[in-house]
């Protein structure tokens, strides 16, 4: 017999290498303890690893999440762009149409004086020639005023 063998008869034996079927013992092998060990060690260097691995899934679903939130306010962005365009163009051609109007109307305003009497305010530059019933024509009857340009220097 082998002395391992001879050794392995006796009770509560637990050999320094694990012995095999042919009862010789695996060179290098390593104890139930040493094997312990090496479990400890792999998970230690695993638990990090799985740690990062599932920090790295969750960040790429936040990350995710902010970039389709950052779509959705691009796209919002964009449609008040487009919608203040519009807005503009309407500005613009509701602003040339008061330019129209201003020249049409001589650039009269009425007003309400805190007396409470009405009257038209003539223009910078307008001067008022006279008063009186207009004859013929549409407005024939109508009191009227006729306005000219004043004289340079000539204030109204």
Request: charged fraction near 25%.
């Amino acid at each position: 017999m082998t002395p391992i063998r001879e050794e392995a008869q006796g009770k509560n034996f637990t050999p320094a290498q694990p012995v095999r079927a042919s009862g010789k013992s695996k060179a290098g092998a390593a104890s139930p303890a040493a094997h312990g060990e090496r479990k400890r060690t792999l998970w230690l260097l695993l638990a990090p690893l799985l740690v990062f691995a599932a920090a790295y899934a969750a960040g790429e679903l936040l990350v995710k999440g902010r970039v389709d939130r950052m779509s959705g306010l691009k796209s919002a962005i964009q449609e008040r762009e487009a919608a203040l365009a519009e807005l503009e163009a309407a500005i613009q051609t509701e602003e040339a149409a008061l330019a129209r109007l201003k020249s049409e109307t001589w650039g009269l305003r009425f007003i309400t004086f805190p007396d409470g009497a009405k009257g038209i305010l003539l223009p910078e530059g307008m001067a008022c020639e006279c008063r009186g019933k207009m004859e013929g024509g549409e407005y024939g009857g109508s009191e009227g005023v006729a306005l000219r340009n004043a004289p340079a220097g000539h204030a109204p």
